[in-house]
């Protein structure tokens, strides 16, 4: 059975991209207690594309590259949603697909027959955590996330 997390845009900029700036050493411990609690990391097409799009550079794209490639674990999520599922929770806005859609991978990767464990949603964003309740989807609060490190240590951004 997997334990698998899907990571929201918030927080891979948080980790990704501050923490990943100032504590590579830091962010290899946060990744290895994540690797012992969850199988893979999943990011959504999606939230994948809000972290490209914060920042029209190709820097984010290189860090991504670099950071799946030091742990594999963390890999683009293999169930696939459309467009039109997105728009049936989401309506017209744009601004949050990204959640949209790691919430309803999280209901699709239960649904489905294979060795899911237990599914979790690592987001910051409050009206996220709302969303994915009202849905039915365990969530991991950034909060909770940052308490558990902050006492062996690790500061992680806010």
């Given at each position: 059975?997997?334990?698998i997390?899907?990571?929201?845009?918030?927080?891979?900029?948080?980790?990704?991209?501050?923490?990943?700036?100032?504590?590579?050493e830091?962010?290899?411990?946060?990744?290895?207690?994540?690797?012992l609690?969850y199988?893979?990391?999943?990011?959504?097409?999606?939230v994948?594309n809000?972290?490209?799009?914060?920042r029209?550079?190709?820097?984010?794209?290189r860090r991504?590259?670099?950071?799946?490639?030091?742990?594999?674990f963390?890999?683009?999520?293999p169930?696939?949603v459309?467009?039109?599922e997105i728009?049936?929770?989401?309506?017209?806005k744009e601004?949050d697909?990204?959640?949209?859609?790691?919430?309803?991978?999280?209901?699709?990767?239960?649904s489905?027959?294979?060795?899911?464990?237990?599914?979790h949603f690592?987001?910051?964003?409050?009206?996220?955590?709302?969303?994915?309740?009202?849905?039915?989807?365990?969530?991991?609060p950034?909060?909770?996330?940052?308490e558990?490190?902050?006492?062996?240590?690790?500061?992680?951004?806010?």
């Amino acid at each position: 059975m997997l334990n698998i997390l899907l990571i929201d845009n918030d927080v891979m900029v948080r980790l990704f991209d501050e923490f990943y700036e100032y504590n590579k050493e830091a962010l290899n411990k946060v990744m290895s207690s994540l690797q012992l609690e969850y199988e893979q990391i999943w990011i959504s097409q999606e939230v994948r594309n809000e972290f490209y799009l914060k920042r029209a550079d190709r820097k984010r794209q290189r860090r991504l590259y670099k950071v799946k490639a030091k742990y594999p674990f963390i890999v683009s999520c293999p169930i696939g949603v459309g467009v039109n599922e997105i728009r049936l929770i989401n309506g017209i806005k744009e601004e949050d697909k990204g959640e949209t859609d790691a919430i309803i991978q999280c209901n699709k990767a239960k649904s489905q027959d294979r060795r899911f464990n237990d599914i979790h949603f690592l987001t910051a964003d409050k009206n996220a955590i709302k969303l994915a309740k009202k849905y039915f989807v365990n969530v991991l609060p950034y909060a909770k996330l940052r308490e558990k490190h902050l006492e062996t240590g690790i500061v992680l951004p806010k």
